[in-house]
Structures are given as structure tokens and as C-alpha cells.
């Protein structure tokens, strides 16, 4: 399973930006995580397969959406209202377990940059 993330960049507060993630399996379970330098990975959000399903960490509720295209393989995070603090490099995981289960596989990250 492979994993390729895209959609990152530099955005000022406020605005928007979509990031990407072709999968190329089947996945049950989808995620995207986000890293500061320094800092541990956290969780931002995931989705299921029939994509009815979805979480977020509470630092992004109402401000991200986690979505999927199963037809297209792909998963994304439409990411409104930035802030500098979701500065970070953003990854994609996939799982094959649902909802509970660690990830499986990891995207190679993509930089998320928001100025103030």
C-alpha cells in the first residue's frame, strides 16, 4: 500500500487549503496526522471506508474536514480558518483495522506553513 500526499504550502492566517492523499488500497480506516519539529505526531483526523464516519482532535473541530473519494482512492483534509498553530508537516495514514487499530502505512509528509 502506498500512500502520496499533496496539497501543502504556504497560506496566510485565515485562508484555506485542501491536502490530498491517494491511496492505493482499500483501506478501512483513513488519517491524517500533523508533526511540529521537536514534537510527537498527533492525531488531526480520520475517516472510514464508506466515509460516513469521521473524528477530529478538538484543536480542529469546525475548522477541518476529513472527506474520501473511494472511486478515486484518494482522501483529503479541506483545512479553513488556519492558524499559525496548524503550522506542521502533515501525513496521511492508512489502517486496516476500524475505528480502534494502530496505522498500517504512512505518507511521506507535506508542509503546511500558515503566517500570521
Known amino acids: 500500500v502506498q500512500l502520496l500526499e499533496s496539497g501543502g504550502g504556504l497560506v496566510q492566517a485565515g485562508d484555506s487549503l485542501r491536502l490530498s492523499c491517494s491511496v492505493s488500497g482499500r483501506m478501512p480506516k483513513m488519517g491524517w496526522f500533523r508533526q511540529i519539529p521537536g514534537k510527537a505526531r498527533e492525531f488531526v483526523a480520520h475517516?472510514?471506508?464508506?466515509?460516513?464516519?469521521?473524528a477530529y482532535a478538538d484543536s480542529v473541530k469546525g475548522r477541518f474536514t476529513i472527506s474520501r473519494d473511494r472511486a478515486e482512492n484518494t482522501v483529503y483534509l479541506q483545512m479553513n480558518s488556519l492558524k499559525p498553530e496548524d503550522t506542521a508537516v502533515y501525513y496521511c495514514a492508512a489502517s486496516w483495522a476500524w475505528p480502534g487499530g494502530e496505522y498500517d502505512y504512512w505518507g511521506q509528509g507535506t508542509q503546511v506553513t500558515v503566517s500570521s
Open positions: 475517516i472510514n471506508w464508506d466515509g460516513d464516519r469521521t
